[in-house]
């Protein structure tokens, strides 16, 4: 099994641009999972989905961020406008329930 | 929101010495997880103890559970270099929500 496979790895963007963030989730895994991790704020779930369907969205923190999940192998993570304070590392995680999620390897965004 | 805090946060051994790491929580819950993370990778679910388990053990690891103080700790035996990492507990309340504490860093020196 692939795990769960996050792109891009590493991406340098310009305040203002849109960032998309990807995700494909370990196949048969019915809930996907979107956290950020900072020094300051540690890990946060943003977003989390079951069968597709956005179940909390509480934490993601406003509305420049939108996550979407158009099928079962496939999610993204949207930030239009950029700012300086979204650089983070965004990971995606997937699994069948709460018990043992398994997380990629993270997005590391970097916002000038 | 995060209700995991570990204690302590960072930590120095040598290898062959053990790790001990405690976690303490503010609500109820279903079950509290321990999580690794290497430098620059994702987070690895190392071990899982449910509510109504006090001691659970996974190879060299070994979790304990105390309800009535809402606190749990990770014990690693005879470290590795390899065990280098910070390590995470996170609880499950219920509320279908996974919350994070904000990591001990553990360093093993060879």
């Known amino acids: 099994d692939a795990g769960v496979i996050q792109s891009p790895r590493h991406e340098v963007t310009e305040m203002g641009q849109e960032v998309t963030l990807r995700c494909k989730p370990i196949?048969?895994?019915?809930?996907l999972f979107w956290y950020r991790q900072t020094m300051m704020r540690g890990l946060e779930l943003l977003i989390y989905?079951?069968?597709?369907?956005?179940?909390?969205d509480s934490g993601m923190p406003e509305d420049r961020f939108s996550a979407k999940m158009p099928n079962a192998s496939f999610s993204t993570l949207k930030i239009q406008p950029s700012e300086p304070r979204d650089s983070a590392v965004y990971f995606c995680?997937?699994?069948?329930?709460?018990?043992?999620?398994?997380f990629g390897e993270g997005s590391w965004l970097t916002v000038v | 929101s995060q209700q995991g805090e570990e204690d302590p946060q960072a930590l120095s051994i040598q290898e062959g010495e053990n790790a001990t790491m405690n976690c303490s929580y503010k609500?109820?819950?279903?079950?509290l997880q321990w999580y690794r993370q290497n430098s620059g990778r994702g987070l690895v679910h190392l071990i899982l103890?449910?509510?109504?388990?006090r001691e659970k053990h996974s190879g060299r690891l070994r979790v304990t559970l105390d309800t009535s103080k809402k606190s749990s700790s990770l014990l690693i035996t005879a470290s590795r270099a390899a065990d280098t990492a910070s390590y995470f507990c996170?609880?499950?309340?219920?509320?279908?929500?996974?919350?994070f504490g904000k990591g001990n860093q553990v360093v093993v020196i060879p």
């Open positions: 103890i449910r509510s109504n388990e």
């Open positions: 609500t109820s819950i279903n079950n």
């Open positions: 995680a997937s699994g069948t329930g709460f018990d043992t999620i398994y």
């Open positions: 996170a609880t499950d309340d219920g509320n279908n929500r996974l919350a």
């Open positions: 989905f079951n069968n597709n369907v956005p179940i909390d």
């Open positions: 196949s048969g895994h019915d809930y």
